[in-house]
């Protein structure tokens, strides 16, 4: 399984991004990607990774971190094999390399990441 996440790069305070990240090569793990539950990480410099947020297999269900709740959107097209982070109202403390992740039954595939950075 591969994951691949784009969209990162530099916004002003306030801004807006919308990461994505495409998986391939799902068959292999015998699952399909629309059975996996997705969910976007981060790691600001010199921190711990967090969980930012999750969206269920059929996408039902999200849940978000208390800190970016209200602000950012997880979504998905299983179609596609893609899932979405749409960020808005960003702020310096929402800078960090953002993290795809997909999750099913003990078994986690991390994308490399893409670095978003939130300064005026």
């Known amino acids: 399984v591969q994951l691949v996440e784009s969209g990162g790069g530099l916004v002003q305070p306030g801004g807006s991004l919308r990461l994505s990240c495409t998986g391939s090569?799902?068959?292999?793990?015998?699952?399909?990607?629309?059975?996996?539950?997705m969910r976007w990480h981060r790691q600001a410099p010199g921190k711990e990774r967090e969980l930012v947020a999750l969206i269920s297999s059929d996408g039902s269900n999200r849940n978000y971190a208390d800190a970016v709740k209200g602000r950012f959107t997880i979504s998905r097209d299983n179609a596609k094999k893609t899932v979405y982070l749409q960020m808005n109202s960003l702020k310096v403390e929402d800078t960090a390399v953002y993290f795809c992740n997909a999750y099913l039954r003990g078994s986690t595939y991390w994308g490399k990441g893409t670095l978003v950075t939130v300064s005026s």
């Open positions: 090569g799902f068959t292999a793990s015998g699952f399909t990607f629309s059975t996996y539950i």
